[in-house]
């Protein structure tokens, strides 16, 4: 395929690389296209290398496709550019701080130090369990907070406050704050008194009272103020006042938080020096420590710096990482590239303003860091401007609907206040416009919805454009389904389930809600202290009667097959072992079962929890509905369902948007924490402890009840929100409510109309097979089995014991762990994928490095195989992931990585590897199919001879007699 002539915006881009350039790159605008030219042009220069340039990304897969774009337009291949510093923030700290940054904690006066074993933990529900591990020590270590500990709700509010100051730069030291952190804390009272002025103005000329005394009619409605505080009529004024006195914003600001500053240090640099003596630090983490140890040591910042240095996707870095990019700059050729109307990830701590007052930023933050050394080399910025305008995704009627949404009132009566005047107008480059917006609505929602596409799919009305150009009837793969929340989308694909609608599900899981948790669970409070709750569930699922159930618990008389799979759990060792035989005894198999044992594992391994503790930290999970990523593939032509922030950066054909109403979208209510750090009022406290009156009480601060209404919610995200899922679409726009549709729908220019909800049952037929020829489906209705399952868990208890904390021992350990083991077998998938953040850190990643190499031919990495079989008259499928499948013309080889260091397990690997062989084997009868283990301790490959099928039928039947 020829490469795409660059329009004049974009070849201005590619062509000017020296100096600081902002561009404004909105949807479809070829953003990725021209910054792999800029960056080919750049790295093909004589004496110019890709280590002179640092291009940040915001998320791993973008920097992956970075480098395939860059391949196809530069003189570089793949492999040259594996460890080129294209990568995301938190990688490339990782790098700064692996390379540099022992000692980087003395800058902060820690003694700890940052070790070349020093973990990353990426996983925010294993952050909270060991913050929470933190936490009840700290408790006990600092009595004299106990005020606050009264008030905290749960203990991940205060993580989530270390979160959002160490991505606004605010750092602790042993003896205080690092730089001018405390002044952030206390905050600016002048920016708060023009926030309070604009709050408290009379409108109508004076007429009617200010919004902010209106509001204050409710002060104090069932609230508990201590008994400092005001009355409703002092704070308001008399009747037929129409504003607040002005000295009430200076009495509301001023408060005395130096206890509060006090708690929230001496948590922040404890945490701190809790994860450094446990070997691991958190995303956060990497930058603080990055962003200290640049500006401190000279000699690491020049190491450190690049010649050129690219942001994309700058609407989403947070003020760390501005800086951070400033840092890295060892010349003004610093180019940002983003769109501010796409900025919505704020609760990842994004910061909009680093895009919309740029130049203001650029040279504020490059006078801060220079203030007393020359750190960076921006003395007077003057950013030149790009604007990429013309729309190569989205028709011109699908362009104008997305910019309308910029204005558009999320609530009745609001008045949009965003930067209109920033707004690029875009053009398209679609030849035709035969776009349909419209909306339906209906209070069986979900059933219109899956209605409306089955209307859309095959109606010409909807054509979208084939791969030859031309128009064709839409088919499901080309239909979207947004939604603002996860709660929606998943109910819709419960609704899909029951007419077998093809839907793929695209985001979070309530993982601990699902039934293979709730089962392990059971069987984990059976194995603790809470039996009786644990056999209820057990027997209910069994299906015995409630009344059977009451007299099982009464007499503790349990079936005989259950007791004996207690007792044998009660054998096991590991938690991973004992979630592997639950979720084996009641056949539970694929993403969901999958992802249950990855978090449990994982979690229970990157922390010092007992067995105990990890039943209440599923039980947490089950209250707070916590959410894990999980995506569902449901084939080729199937509806995507996802929220909206999941689908920023992809497109498709047809977008609907759906739960389009009040209290929806925008979310009614958003939780709000008792310690939060806000602009400019700095860090305060929702509640307060205090033995005033005559009993102890935990009273609401009056002082916040008023601040909150001088810093009313703003849209604009919301906004934004809207903008981005209109923005996905290239043809058509359907908009979906229910009985209340919100002040968006209803603003925008889209008729309503009503729609029979009626879903016609979806016929699938066969299962098809997934898109590579060896992986098969299971099919539908035999009984599933999984490899581990046929195998002698024994043989792997003495493996799953947890590994002692610390550095790698100079002599081979017989294994290294669960942890480890994943660990090496993550970095492999990684690196067959060639992803940016694959340098091996250790010797068995080394060997696995030097392994792939060495292969010649096509690589399939971490694939679904199963094998369906008879077995006495029945249909049996056993189901597990191929770590490896090595393909060339005319040789397919399976290769397992194994991290032991002895050869014990062999046999028990010998029954997986034979699974995934006859698949294969029968998929490619034209090639020779081999299996082998790569044993990552000692670079060795061991040949392993498959059983035949017979003798996987007796497995089953074994694994089958063992779980009856």
């Known amino acids: 395929?020829?490469?795409?002539?660059?329009?004049?915006?974009?070849?201005?881009?590619?062509?000017?690389?020296?100096?600081?350039?902002?561009?404004?790159?909105?949807?479809?605008?070829?953003?990725?296209?021209?910054?792999?030219?800029?960056?080919?042009?750049?790295?093909?220069?004589?004496?110019?290398?890709?280590?002179?340039?640092?291009?940040?990304?915001?998320?791993?897969?973008?920097?992956?496709?970075?480098?395939?774009?860059?391949?196809?337009?530069?003189?570089?291949?793949?492999?040259?550019?594996?460890?080129?510093?294209?990568?995301?923030?938190?990688?490339?700290?990782?790098?700064?701080?692996?390379?540099?940054?022992?000692?980087?904690?003395?800058?902060?006066?820690?003694?700890?130090?940052?070790?070349?074993?020093?973990?990353?933990?990426?996983?925010?529900?294993?952050?909270?369990?060991?913050?929470?591990?933190?936490?009840?020590?700290?408790?006990?270590?600092?009595?004299?907070?106990?005020?606050?500990?009264?008030?905290?709700?749960?203990?991940?509010?205060?993580?989530?406050?270390?979160?959002?100051?160490?991505?606004?730069?605010?750092?602790?030291?042993?003896?205080?704050?690092?730089?001018?952190?405390?002044?952030?804390?206390?905050?600016?009272?002048?920016?708060?008194?023009?926030?309070?002025?604009?709050?408290?103005?009379?409108?109508?000329?004076?007429?009617?009272?200010?919004?902010?005394?209106?509001?204050?009619?409710?002060?104090?409605?069932?609230?508990?103020?201590?008994?400092?505080?005001?009355?409703?009529?002092?704070?308001?004024?008399?009747?037929?006042?129409?504003?607040?006195?002005?000295?009430?914003?200076?009495?509301?600001?001023?408060?005395?938080?130096?206890?509060?500053?006090?708690?929230?240090?001496?948590?922040?640099?404890?945490?701190?020096?809790?994860?450094?003596?446990?070997?691991?630090?958190?995303?956060?983490?990497?930058?603080?420590?990055?962003?200290?140890?640049?500006?401190?040591?000279?000699?690491?910042?020049?190491?450190?710096?690049?010649?050129?240095?690219?942001?994309?996707?700058?609407?989403?870095?947070?003020?760390?990482?501005?800086?951070?990019?400033?840092?890295?700059?060892?010349?003004?050729?610093?180019?940002?590239?983003?769109?501010?109307?796409?900025?919505?990830?704020?609760?990842?701590?994004?910061?909009?303003?680093?895009?919309?007052?740029?130049?203001?930023?650029?040279?504020?933050?490059?006078?801060?860091?220079?203030?007393?050394?020359?750190?960076?080399?921006?003395?007077?910025?003057?950013?030149?401007?790009?604007?990429?305008?013309?729309?190569?995704?989205?028709?011109?009627?699908?362009?104008?609907?997305?910019?309308?949404?910029?204005?558009?009132?999320?609530?009745?009566?609001?008045?949009?206040?965003?930067?209109?005047?920033?707004?690029?107008?875009?053009?398209?480059?679609?030849?035709?416009?035969?776009?349909?917006?419209?909306?339906?609505?209906?209070?069986?929602?979900?059933?219109?919805?899956?209605?409306?596409?089955?209307?859309?799919?095959?109606?010409?009305?909807?054509?979208?454009?084939?791969?030859?150009?031309?128009?064709?009837?839409?088919?499901?793969?080309?239909?979207?389904?947004?939604?603002?929340?996860?709660?929606?989308?998943?109910?819709?694909?419960?609704?899909?389930?029951?007419?077998?609608?093809?839907?793929?599900?695209?985001?979070?899981?309530?993982?601990?809600?699902?039934?293979?948790?709730?089962?392990?669970?059971?069987?984990?409070?059976?194995?603790?202290?809470?039996?009786?709750?644990?056999?209820?569930?057990?027997?209910?699922?069994?299906g015995y009667a409630f009344d059977e159930i009451d007299h099982a618990l009464a007499t503790a008389s349990y079936p005989d097959d259950a007791v004996a799979f207690r007792d044998a759990l009660r054998g096991l060792e590991s938690v991973g072992a004992v979630a592997r035989r639950v979720l084996d005894r009641y056949g539970f198999t694929g993403d969901t079962a999958d992802l249950l044992l990855h978090t449990v594992q994982s979690t229970y391994d990157a922390t010092t929890v007992t067995r105990g503790e990890l039943i209440r930290f599923v039980e947490r999970g089950i209250e707070a509905g916590t959410t894990v990523d999980r995506s569902a593939n449901a084939g080729d032509d199937a509806v995507t369902v996802q929220t909206i922030h999941a689908a920023k950066g992809l497109e498709y054909p047809i977008v609907v948007l759906a739960n389009m109403n009040d209290g929806r979208f925008p979310p009614r209510t958003s939780g709000s924490s008792v310690v939060e750090y806000r602009d400019p009022v700095g860090l305060r406290l929702r509640k307060r402890y205090s033995e005033a009156g005559t009993h102890p009480h935990v009273y609401d601060n009056w002082r916040y009840d008023v601040i909150r209404r001088c810093l009313p919610r703003e849209y604009d995200e919301e906004r934004r929100l809207l903008y981005v899922a209109v923005s996905r679409a290239e043809r058509h726009v359907v908009f979906a409510a229910g009985e209340e549709p919100n002040a968006f729908l209803e603003a925008l220019p889209v008729g309503v109309g009503e729609i029979d909800p009626a879903v016609e049952p979806f016929d699938r037929g066969e299962p098809a097979d997934a898109e590579l020829p060896f992986a098969v489906t299971t099919p539908e209705g035999p009984v599933g089995h999984t490899p581990h399952s046929l195998m002698d868990e024994t043989v792997f208890e003495e493996a799953d014991e947890r590994p002692e904390a610390g550095p790698e021992p100079d002599s081979e350990p017989e294994t290294r762990g669960m942890d480890f083991g994943s660990k090496v077998h993550d970095f492999a998938e990684a690196y067959a994928l060639d992803a940016d953040d694959a340098t091996p850190s250790s010797d068995h990643e080394r060997r696995v490095a030097e392994f792939i190499d060495g292969l010649p031919g096509e690589l399939h990495v971490e694939e679904p195989v199963t094998l369906p079989i008879e077995v006495d008259g029945r249909r049996v499928t056993v189901s597990g992931i191929a770590d490896l499948v090595h393909e060339t013309a005319d040789l397919v080889e399976i290769v397992d990585y194994n991290t032991d260091a002895t050869r014990r397990a062999q046999s028990e690997y010998r029954k997986q590897l034979s699974v995934y062989y006859h698949v294969l084997d029968e998929w490619f009868p034209d090639k020779e199919v081999t299996a082998s283990l790569f044993y990552t301790a000692d670079g060795t490959r061991e040949p392993i001879e498959p059983l035949e099928v017979a003798e996987l039928r007796d497995l089953v039947r074994a694994a089958e007699a063992e779980r009856d």
């Open 1 to 542: 395929m020829s490469d795409p002539t660059p329009n004049d915006a974009q070849r201005r881009l590619i062509e000017n690389t020296e100096g600081a350039y902002l561009v404004d790159a909105g949807p479809g605008t070829g953003k990725t296209f021209a910054i792999a030219r800029r960056y080919g042009k750049i790295v093909d220069r004589a004496g110019v290398e890709p280590d002179d340039v640092l291009l940040a990304t915001f998320t791993r897969s973008a920097a992956t496709e970075m480098k395939e774009r860059i391949v196809d337009r530069s003189a570089y291949g793949l492999r040259e550019l594996a460890d080129a510093p294209i990568r995301t923030f938190h990688s490339h700290c990782h790098e700064v701080l692996r390379e540099h940054g022992h000692a980087a904690p003395t800058h902060l006066g820690l003694d700890e130090r940052i070790t070349g074993s020093t973990r990353v933990i990426d996983d925010e529900l294993v952050e909270a369990e060991r913050f929470r591990e933190f936490f009840d020590g700290f408790r006990g270590d600092h009595p004299e907070h106990a005020d606050f500990y009264r008030v905290l709700s749960e203990p991940e509010e205060l993580l989530d406050l270390i979160r959002e100051l160490a991505a606004k730069g605010v750092f602790p030291t042993t003896d205080g704050w690092y730089g001018d952190g405390e002044s952030h804390l206390d905050g600016d009272f002048d920016a708060f008194r023009e926030r309070f002025d604009a709050a408290n103005r009379p409108r109508n000329d004076g007429r009617k009272q200010s919004p902010l005394r209106e509001d204050l009619s409710r002060f104090g409605r069932n609230r508990a103020y201590l008994p400092d505080a005001p009355s409703k009529s002092e704070l308001r004024g008399g009747r037929g006042t129409k504003r607040l006195d002005d000295e009430v914003a200076r009495r509301v600001f001023d408060e005395d938080r130096e206890g509060l500053r006090s708690f929230v240090h001496d948590a922040y640099v404890e945490y701190v020096r809790f994860a450094l003596r446990r070997n691991y630090l958190t995303f956060g983490f990497l930058q603080l420590f990055a962003f200290v140890l640049l500006r401190e040591d000279p000699r690491v910042r020049e190491e450190a710096q690049f010649e050129y240095v690219m942001v994309d996707e700058f609407q989403d870095t947070s003020e760390i990482q501005f800086k951070l990019a400033l840092l890295l700059s060892g010349t003004e050729n610093f180019c940002a590239v983003g769109d501010w109307k796409q900025s919505i990830y704020s609760f990842q701590y994004a910061d909009v303003r680093n895009i919309l007052d740029f130049e203001e930023r650029l040279a504020r933050f490059a006078a801060d860091l220079n203030d007393d050394a020359d750190r960076v080399s921006f003395d007077a910025p003057d950013p030149t401007r790009i604007e990429l305008r013309e729309n190569y995704r989205s028709t011109a009627s699908v362009i104008d609907l997305s910019e309308r949404a910029i204005e558009t009132p999320a609530t009745s009566g609001e008045a949009v206040d965003a930067p209109l005047d920033d707004v690029v107008e875009l053009s398209s480059n679609a030849a035709v416009d035969n776009t349909v917006v419209e909306g339906i609505a209906h209070e069986d929602e979900h059933e219109a919805v899956l209605a409306k596409i089955q209307r859309i799919v095959g109606d010409d009305d909807y054509a979208v454009e084939g791969e030859d150009g031309e128009p064709r009837p839409p088919e499901y793969g080309d239909i979207a389904v947004f939604t603002r929340t996860r709660d929606y989308g998943r109910e819709l694909l419960d609704v899909a389930d029951e007419y077998d609608f093809p839907v793929a599900y695209d985001g979070g899981v309530e993982l601990f809600r699902t039934d293979p948790a709730k089962l392990l669970l059971a069987w984990l409070r059976i194995l603790e202290s809470d039996a009786e709750r644990g056999w209820a569930v057990v027997l209910e699922r069994a």
